[in-house]
Nanobody, 124 residues
Framework: QLQASGGGLVQPGGSLRLSCAAS????????MGWFRQAPGKEREFVAA????????YYGDSVKGRFTVSRDNAKSTVKLQMNSLRPEDTAVYYC???????????????????WGQGTQVTVSS
């Protein structure tokens, strides 16, 4: 199971840090991903990290602003979000998949496990 937390309301330019705790899942065999979905829009790839080597991947809209990292001891993935914009407003989901390669890391369909989502609202 994946449990996402850390969402909330923040002003434009502010920061938030999301966490995704994994239980009953061998995280070291997975790529851990973050996706988001705004009302009326498709689910969008945000970031991912390959647990074995720490390789990170980012969607174009968040490059340079968001950072994904892993905590081996706690089996937790974090998403540090800086310089937030109103267009970052969405429900953020964490996900995991054991068979993801670099060409499929942005595909939501490639991930086998999903958390329940946490709301991020960027507004003044």
């Amino acid at each position: 199971q994946l449990q996402a937390s850390g969402g909330g309301l923040v002003q434009p330019g502010g920061s938030l840090r999301l966490s995704c705790a994994a239980s009953g899942l061998s995280v070291n065999r997975n790529t851990m991903g973050w996706f988001r979905q705004a009302p009326g829009k498709e689910r969008e790839f945000v970031a991912a990290i390959k647990w074995t080597n720490g390789n990170a991947y980012y969607g174009d809209s968040v490059k340079g602003r968001f950072t994904v990292s892993r905590d081996n001891a706690k089996s937790t993935v974090k998403l540090q979000m800086n310089s937030l914009r109103p267009e970052d407003t969405a429900v953020y989901y964490c996900s995991a998949g054991p068979r993801i390669i670099s060409t499929t890391v942005t595909w939501a369909s490639a991930y086998d496990y999903w958390g329940q989502g946490t709301q991020v609202t960027v507004s003044s």
